[in-house]
């Protein structure tokens, strides 16, 4: 998880807006807190706090193309950055960052990549040499993303509310699945699959490819430059995808710098130590009783993470769903 903040096509390119956009940015400090990067290009910004997962030492971002004409901060992970690769022989890539494809597919291909991305994204993308620019979420919006409108006419793009809501006349979440163009001044959708469309005819149960599109899933999800581990639940979900990682993770780069051995992290459960007993996990547990979280109330440690959650989460509905899993199940 990293943040993105872009502020595009403001009437101000002064060195007061620019602390300010910095200001702004450092709110999404706790999505990312290995970098901060800015880039100006006149009078638009681009900003970026970073997770690093893939490329630790050098793909901080904002990212650029060869001539750094083209700029790009994006939030996510790009599945197939290599194979992607292969077919942008003609390109130097300065960084191994899975997120750098970005910029030269957009100098092959414009606007009309986005589609040929397989992952979880958002970003925004300046093209420098006529000022136009591009921003994309992922088809199921998997990575949050809000769109808003200055009174001067810029447009605003935040990873969280946070980042926008002081500065804008109007704001709304970004929509999966969709790409918000310049040179089209508007929205339109790029994810349009096929089985959209409900005159498919229903496929025949099949569960072994259903194993095997699951286990795929789950593989390239795998691709890391830093120690990684599953936190187990003591569900269905979660035994799976740490079933299929244990199996695969000693084909994987981050097995030969770590070792093959998965770590996991549980909530005492005795359903998960059964499941690292079988998996042989190396596992971490943290055990909570209620009498510990009635001592938190009592002393104002649940208020006071109460106010973190509203500052970090941007929607009500986050809020609502983190507070049973950490609090109101145990």
């Known amino acids: 998880m990293c943040g993105i903040l872009a502020v595009l096509g403001c009437s101000d390119d002064s060195l007061a807006k620019r602390v300010r956009v910095l200001e702004l940015s450092r709110r999404l400090k706790h999505r990312g807190p290995d970098w901060s990067g800015l880039h100006q290009h006149g009078d638009c910004f681009l900003s970026h706090q970073r997770l690093a997962i893939v490329d630790p030492a050098s793909g901080d971002q904002p990212l650029f193309n060869e001539d750094k004409s083209i700029v790009v901060t994006v939030n996510g992970e790009i599945y197939n950055h290599e194979d992607l690769r292969k077919h942008l022989s003609n390109h130097k890539f300065r960084t191994g960052s899975d997120c750098e494809v970005i910029t030269h597919l957009y100098e092959e291909y414009g606007e009309n990549f986005v589609d040929m991305l397989d992952g979880v994204f958002t970003f925004v993308l300046l093209d420098t040499r006529d000022n136009s620019f591009m921003v994309a979420r992922d088809a199921i919006g998997v990575n949050s993303l809000y769109i808003g409108w200055g009174l001067d006419g810029s447009i605003w793009i935040s990873s969280e509310l946070k980042g926008l809501n002081d500065e804008c006349e109007h704001f709304e979440s970004f929509p999966p699945g969709h790409l918000y163009s310049s040179k089209q001044a508007g929205l339109r959708q790029w994810y349009n699959p096929p089985w959209f469309s409900e005159a498919i005819p229903s496929t025949p149960y099949d569960p072994l490819a259903l194993r095997h599109a699951f286990e795929r899933a789950v593989i390239k999800r795998l691709m890391t430059d830093v120690p990684f581990g599953v936190l187990l639940s003591g569900g269905l979900d979660?035994?799976?995808?740490?079933?299929?990682?244990?199996?695969?993770?000693?084909?994987?780069?981050?097995?030969?710098?770590?070792?093959?051995?998965?770590?996991?992290?549980?909530?005492?459960?005795?359903?998960?130590?059964?499941?690292?007993?079988?998996?042989?996990?190396?596992?971490?547990?943290?055990?909570?009783?209620?009498?510990?979280?009635?001592?938190?109330?009592?002393?104002?440690?649940?208020?006071?993470?109460?106010?973190?959650?509203?500052?970090?989460?941007?929607s009500l509905q986050s809020i609502l769903e983190y507070i049973p899993n950490r609090v109101l199940q145990i």
């Open 238 to 314: 979660s035994s799976l995808v740490a079933s299929i990682t244990a199996r695969h993770l000693a084909r994987t780069k981050a097995a030969r710098q770590w070792g093959a051995q998965l770590h996991s992290f549980c909530v005492g459960l005795e359903t998960v130590k059964k499941l690292s007993a079988c998996l042989i996990l190396e596992a971490a547990e943290s055990i909570l009783r209620k009498a510990s979280i009635i001592t938190c109330l009592n002393i104002g440690f649940s208020l006071s993470n109460l106010f973190l959650l509203f500052y970090i989460f941007s």
